[in-house]
């Protein structure tokens, strides 16, 4: 059976959604509460889309895809830094930065912003493959699970990932999964065998080998897109950063930096607590088609400043090592986050 839709189709599929969709996200989180150990393959869903299909997933220009309404909201800072961004998004279309007053607004765009992406991909190519970080993004994917988007995204068609997990039980309060799982996947339909979370009865080098695994089904089938260097293409990252300018489970100076063999790999000495994770390799982010950098707070500042700021140094931190191959990475920033950022950020 084809899922694609027709061209055309969503808007009326996802109004015909709208109406059960509360009663289906309830029984979806009761559903839930047992999760299968990695999304689980039906051969019925996961048929191989057409390579004219997976085409047409190359990304479009930003300013086709950022809503009118999204872009003037680029007005908190003062105005000379404001004039700046707007000048340093036109003038280099692959990256751009977007500044809110408060985390709400911030919350509220972030949420459009996906809304949108979901939408093109889907008609493209009727499937969404989405990655989420665990930290703090997750608080800022609220508006998602709200209505609008409640009832008009086609969750049917999301696939979700992560970008990297701690080795610790689903339940566990440091899993990135129940993270994810409590603020934002228990409240949307997305088909359980479609969230693809890490086999937390495997030890760290195990996980990462086994996720590896299930992307490389994936990819074969043809739910995820390769990149022209081979790596697994995802639709959109939606990634926080830490307050070490760490991204995934990268941390700045370890050697997992330079791992290019891997598309996911493990770590047993993190740095930051938990010490095992699995994450995914930089070059798996630097393939994706979109990516969302999230960062809200003064605690960011301090490396947001140095990220997109004038001056660039040769010990690049892992989020300055994020550098798309054929993507667009957009930096969604609360004034807080901006506050140590030059007048003219160097995007
Ligand atoms: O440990 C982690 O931290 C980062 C950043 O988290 P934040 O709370 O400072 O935003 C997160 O992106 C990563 O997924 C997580 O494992």
Redesign the pocket.
């Given at each position: 059976m084809n899922r694609q839709p027709k061209s055309g189709n969503l808007k009326s599929s996802a109004l015909l959604m709208a109406a059960p969709v509360s009663s289906a996200a309830l029984s979806y989180g009761i559903l839930r509460r047992q999760p299968s150990p990695i999304c689980s393959f039906s051969a019925t869903f996961f048929l191989p889309l057409s390579s004219a299909t997976l085409d047409q997933s190359r990304r479009v220009s930003l300013s086709s895809v950022w809503p009118s309404q999204l872009r003037s909201r680029r007005r908190s800072l003062p105005s000379l830094l404001a004039m700046a961004s707007e000048k340093a998004l036109a003038s280099k279309g692959d990256q751009g930065l977007l500044v809110f007053d408060t985390e709400e607004e911030l919350s509220a765009s972030l949420a459009k912003y996906t809304a949108e992406l979901s939408e093109k991909f889907i008609r493209e190519r009727g499937a969404f493959t989405v990655v989420v970080?665990?930290?703090?993004?997750i608080k800022s994917l609220r508006k998602l699970t709200e209505s609008p988007y409640l009832e008009t995204i086609d969750w049917a068609k999301w696939h979700t990932f992560w970008?990297?997990e701690?080795v610790v039980p689903k339940d566990h309060e440091d899993s990135?999964y129940k993270l994810a799982f409590d603020g934002f996947l228990s409240k949307v339909p997305i088909p359980p065998d479609q969230v693809c979370a890490i086999n937390d009865a495997l030890s760290a080098p195990g996980a990462a080998e086994d996720y590896e695994t299930a992307l490389k089904h994936l990819v074969n089938i043809g739910v995820v897109v390769k990149s022209a260097s081979g790596y697994p293409r995802f639709d959109l990252m939606l990634?926080?950063?830490?307050?070490d300018g760490?991204?995934?489970?990268l941390f700045p100076n370890h050697p997992l930096l330079n791992v290019t063999d891997k598309w996911v790999t493990f770590i047993k000495d993190s740095p930051?607590p938990p010490p095992e994770?699995i994450t995914f390799t930089l070059p798996v982010i630097n393939s994706s088609s979109y990516v969302a950098m999230v960062v809200a707070g003064a605690g960011k500042a301090g490396v947001v400043g140095k990220a997109l700021g004038n001056e660039k140094t040769a010990d690049l931190l892992p989020v300055e090592m994020i550098s798309l191959e054929d993507g667009e990475l957009t930096w969604f920033a609360d004034n807080a986050a901006v506050s140590m950022l030059p007048d003219k950020p160097s995007l």
């Open positions: 970080s665990g930290g703090s993004l970008v990297d701690r990135n990634l926080g950063m830490g307050p760490h991204i995934a489970s930051k994770r």
